[in-house]
């Protein structure tokens, strides 16, 4: 089989998967005419599968500073961070994100995938280990597979598993980096966190939390998991995107630790890439201000989530563990989520659909992302749709 | 070969067979992705219980050189006696 032959068996088994799926994914939106609402084809639809968690991508203060930044820098840096792509927005983003998390230092990379794969690669190399999740978001592999390191995966949220593994390691311990993620973006389960810390301090290794779903979301101020759960200084290093409740696209990692610096000079995700553009990085600086002010939008937001998860809950629907902005209603074939996510958008609701094998165990997935924007109404129409195709999508 | 590497080669077929279901014969030249079509998924829950067998704990990323039931016996062999 050639390259190009391949690809076409790739396809041909993705088509026979889901003879009519293949419109599931990438569905074109037309126009975007809120936060929450957008027109596929000629329906208007309710947005529920969107990351936009506390409902800013029309903020009035975000879309101001972009259309600023774009008239005094121009549309882009056209150059990486090490040479001609730090402006003083991207240096003051970096202070930014070191005061909100109380620590010294901070980098900002071009998308959260990058930022991932720009730490990751950055703290191990061959010869070390990461020690990870087994759910890992796949920026989160990829980092890993960029490293060089030995890859290790524990269960899901099961830190005596992930413990058994660390002990194996034996003398290998010291250069082991443990990585977990704040919320799981299939399931919306959030790790726990206490107790993976105990064993990290336990065996003095290093740790990394991916807060991309958890920032904005859980937390006084939104720091993510580490400030619900008050582990902030016991975290040494958190990574997170700005493309969910930040509502642009971009990424950073902070640290107490002051080598995180040293990772601008070795990270070639960080150094080979454009920086981000002027517009980005000032709707990002003005959205998290307003994140780091917006408890009124984590309290909308999680009367939303618990309303709509214990909704479905009743209904019957197998869902995620933990309720949250990340809803998901697990079903049993691939055949049952498609007429699910087809029979919600011909009732004008837009959710993901997951598939085998990104889906965790074979499952497959109907996702809901809940936001602040999120009226009452149309929680409770969701709820109320999910509820008259329960019968019909489990028969 | 040693009695260590014969047990873990047992055990791996035995293992196998039962997880497969195919009714193929697993043996040291069985491939494990053509002949037993195991998947990405099967493979990860597989080396996690081989894992576990053995108290050793198997890189995934040294399983790209893995074909052959041979092949996750060597590496099994290998990270459990040369590490210690
Ligand atoms: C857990 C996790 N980490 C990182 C990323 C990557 O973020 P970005 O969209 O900024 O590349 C995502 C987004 O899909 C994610 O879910």
Redesign the interface.
Known sequence: MNLLEKLDAAAAARKAMLPNGVGAFGVPIEEVYSATEARIGDRRVILLGTNNYLGLTFAPECIRAAHDAIDKEGTGTTGSRMANGSYSGHRALEREFADFYQCSSAIVFTTGYQANLGTISGLVGPGDTVLIDGDSHASIYDGCILSGADIIRFKHNDPSDMEKRLRRLGSRIETTLIIAEGIYSMLGDQAPLTEIVRIKNQYGCILLLDEAHSLGVLGETGQGLVEKTGLLKEVDFITGTFSKSLCSIGGFCVSDHPQLDQLRYVSHPYIFTASPSPATIASTRAALELLRKGSHLRKQLWDNCTQLYAQLQETGYELGPDPGPVIAAILDTPQQALLMWNSLLEHNIYVNLILPPAAPEGKSLVRCSVNAAHTPEQIKYVGDTFAKLYPVVTS | MSENYNEIMQLLCDRLSSMTNTGVQVTAETNLISQLSI???KL?SLI?EI??TF????????LADVQTVRQLADLVHKIKYT??
């Open positions: 998947d990405s998924i990860l996690m894992e576990d108290d050793v704990s198997i890189p995934i990323n040294a590490s210690e």
